[in-house]
């Protein structure tokens, strides 16, 4: 009777053991698939470094902040925000470095919101204008001061164009772009807040 009681307990423990080992094989297993998976979808949120090195195409390429924009970025902590209504022209900026107008009647139903502008990367042109995502009824207007950007020998800020980073697609799209003639600002009009780059414009536009 006692050895029937122990082989008994020898077969459950076997069996539990076999069941522990079957477990851990399917985790491994479902693991596996995840990660293949997650890897042939996998798209980058945001530019990555080589994506910003390269440009945009083309022949363009991205500018960098000069040393006074590097510095008057650092001075500004890379942040500002600031409360906009759709009241009135509201003009949001860092050290006067830069900043966007946000106009009456842009935010629709959203009449108050808390509007950031993000230097994503001190390195490069990199503007990340939130929250994220939000669309507006009419354009807003963004501007960055030229003094700011460390052009090449030959460059000049006319040749500079914003574009956006579309994460769908994994290409940066250029936008229209204009200089203020009144201060020398660069700026373009958007529909929606994202990440926006600074590069050598890719196709003249009259």
């Not at 069941?19 to 798209?43: M, Q, R, W």
């Not at 001190?122 to 963004?142: C, I, M, N, R």
Request: charged share 20%; aromatic share 14%.
């Amino acid at each position: 009777m006692w050895a029937k009681a122990r082989l008994l307990n020898y077969v459950v423990d076997m069996n539990r053991f076999v069941a522990a080992i079957l477990c851990i094989l399917v985790l491994l297993n479902i693991g596996c698939d995840t990660d293949s998976d997650s890897s042939e979808t996998f798209h980058p949120a945001e530019p990555t470094l080589n994506m910003l090195e390269s440009g945009p195409g083309n022949g363009a390429e991205f500018f960098w902040w000069s040393d006074s924009g590097r510095s008057r970025a650092a001075a500004a902590n890379y942040r500002a925000a600031e409360w906009v209504t759709d009241t009135a022209t509201t003009h949001i900026q860092i050290e006067c470095m830069v900043g966007l107008f946000v106009y009456p009647g842009c935010l629709g139903s959203q009449p108050d919101l808390e509007c950031d502008i993000v230097v994503a990367d001190p390195t490069f042109a990199q503007l990340e204008y939130g929250p994220t995502g939000l669309s507006f009824q009419d354009s807003v207007k963004l501007w960055i001061d030229s003094t700011v950007v460390d052009f090449p020998v030959g460059t000049y800020a006319a040749d500079v164009a914003f574009y956006y980073y579309n994460p769908e697609s994994g290409e940066f799209e250029q936008l229209d772009t204009w200089i203020n003639d009144h201060n020398g600002w660069i700026e373009a009009k958007v529909t929606h807040f994202s990440r926006y780059i600074l590069g050598r414009k890719v196709t003249q536009r009259n």
